[in-house]
Each structure stands twice: as structure tokens, then as C-alpha cells.
């Protein structure tokens, strides 16, 4: 018998109509994690935490951003549980995303890690090594109450843009 390790993303759609919270993240995963449970399976989520760290940031002014961050916080604790591995991926875009009441508006300078300051500041999100520090605590600050031992030890670069391309 073969194994196969699954990885998916979790994360919005991102193009010009951005998709929901339900529709890209909640229902598709809850889908696949039952269907992986009906085979004893599991898979690695990479978290996009830079939108949930987005939702809890500016989840005093909108309560659907509130409801978004709950939703997924729920989710995410669900598969800890049940044995999934959460792992970092980063969209560091969020960091500059703005919410209009409605829409997401985006700011695309941020799109790549690379494009955050190489400053080593791990207290700066705006900084490359406080992007991944503040996210890397972030998902093993949300999952330590199911399960203290979590470690985030595997990253993903949104978009595939690990590198800097002109350097």
C-alpha cells in the first residue's frame, strides 16, 4: 500500500471576487476531514493566519469579521482534535487589507514575504521574522487548549513566492 501525505490550504479565494469564509474554508474542510476520518486519515492544514489574525484585529468594528474568526477558530480547534496537523502559511497582503463593511480591499505591495522588512524584529509583523514569529504563535497559541504539545514546525509561502525573484 502507498501513503500520501495531504496537504490543503486554508485560506479565502483570492482573485477579483473574494470568496467566503463558509464557502472556501468552513464546508469544503469539514467535508474532507469527515471523509479522512471515514478511513482513519489525516492531513496537514496550512493555516493562511495572517487573514485570521486580519478578522481578530478588526473584530470590534464588524461583526461578521467576528463571526468569521469564531467560525474558523472553531474549525481549527475541531481538527487539532481530531488529530490533523496545523502548520503556518502566510498571505502577508493581510497585514495591510483593509475591511469596507463589506469587501476586502486589498493591498498587493505586501503579497510576498520578501516584500516585508528583513529587519530581524520578531515583535514586528511588518518585518519578515515578526511575520512568521507572530503567526507561528499565533496557530500554537490557538491550538495549545486541545492540544498543549503542538509545534508549529513546517511553512508554506503564499502564492509559492518563498524567494526573492530579483535578488
Given at each position: ?30 467535508l474532507l476531514a469527515d ?18 489574525w486580519k478578522l481578530r ?97 513546517t511553512f508554506r509561502a ?10
Amino acid at each position: 500500500m502507498k501513503e500520501i501525505i495531504l496537504t490543503i490550504d486554508y485560506e479565502l479565494f483570492f482573485g477579483e471576487k473574494v470568496g467566503s469564509v463558509d464557502s472556501c474554508m468552513i464546508t469544503p474542510t469539514e467535508l474532507l476531514a469527515d471523509l479522512l476520518a471515514k478511513y482513519d486519515s489525516r492531513m496537514t492544514v496550512f493555516w493562511d493566519i495572517l487573514h485570521y489574525w486580519k478578522l481578530r484585529e478588526l473584530s470590534n468594528n464588524y461583526a461578521i469579521l467576528t463571526e468569521d474568526a469564531q467560525k474558523i477558530r472553531e474549525q481549527i480547534l475541531k481538527l487539532a482534535e481530531a488529530n490533523h496537523d496545523i502548520q503556518l502559511h502566510l498571505h502577508p497582503h493581510w497585514i495591510n487589507t483593509t475591511f469596507n463593511g463589506q469587501d476586502w480591499q486589498f493591498n498587493l505591495d505586501g503579497y510576498r514575504l520578501h516584500d516585508l522588512s528583513q529587519e530581524n524584529n520578531p515583535q514586528d509583523i511588518n518585518s519578515i521574522a515578526g511575520c512568521v514569529k507572530i503567526g507561528k504563535n499565533l496557530i500554537e497559541e490557538t491550538i495549545k487548549s486541545v492540544n498543549p504539545y503542538h509545534k508549529v514546525n513546517t511553512f508554506r509561502a503564499g502564492g509559492y513566492c518563498i524567494q526573492p525573484f530579483d535578488k
